[in-house]
């Protein structure tokens, strides 16, 4: 949580639309997971409802357990590892069009696109109301199709001049 595009994701995201979550539900909590959280991730756990862990061993529990995953980037380069594992673990993830780069999921069918804290309000009011209850699914097929090492192995090893067939006898399962 040191790297300049998540800080600014995290920091605007409680600062300006977390608060406006907060007053549909009490009960909601924004839990920052990442490793080296830098003083100003540090201090975003002073406000209500947010928790900064730090680096955890695991990530799957605070994924299983939670609501949605958000991932707020207004700035981001490449696929987002942190969006694709929320999806791999089946949970509705709000994510913006940035954080989309290279994954080729659709919005409404595999994740939930938010830009504004509006399009982050909808977008929890419906999850609260139970809405949406395939979409964590769909998201794990999206990322078990184009993402397990099936999909994506035949094409490493033709990229480092073997042929697609020696990769795609691997045995590698992607699970």
């Known amino acids: 949580m040191d790297y300049w595009p998540n800080v600014d994701a995290v920091c605007w995201f409680a ?3 977390f ?5 549909l539900d009490k009960r909601l909590v924004f839990c920052v997971v990442g490793s080296n959280p830098g003083p100003e991730v540090r201090a975003l756990a ?3 409802g947010v928790t900064v862990t730090g680096r955890v061993p695991d990530v799957r ?9 958000v991932a ?3 700035i981001a380069r490449g696929v987002q590892n942190k969006v694709l594992e929320a999806m791999a673990m089946a949970r509705p993830v ?3 069009g940035r954080g989309l780069e290279g994954i080729d999921a659709r919005d409404g069918e595999h994740v939930l696109v938010a830009e504004s804290t509006a399009d982050f309000a909808r977008h929890v009011t419906a999850l609260l109301a139970g809405g949406h209850c395939d979409l964590g699914g769909r998201a794990r097929q999206l990322v078990r199709a184009r993402f397990a090492w099936e ?3 035949p ?11 020696a990769g795609a006898g691997t045995g590698a399962t992607g699970e």
Do not use: I, K, M, Q
Request: net charge negative; proline share 8%; glycine share 8%.
């Open 94 to 96: 709000l994510v913006t």
């Open 19 to 23: 608060p406006a979550l907060r007053r």
């Open 155 to 165: 094409e490493v090893v033709a990229l480092l001049g073997g042929s697609a067939e």
């Open 46 to 48: 002073e406000g209500d």
């Open 61 to 69: 529990p605070y994924l299983a357990h939670a609501l949605a995953a």
């Open 72 to 74: 707020p980037l207004r």
């Open 15 to 17: 600062r300006e639309v």
């Open 151 to 153: 999909a994506c192995l």
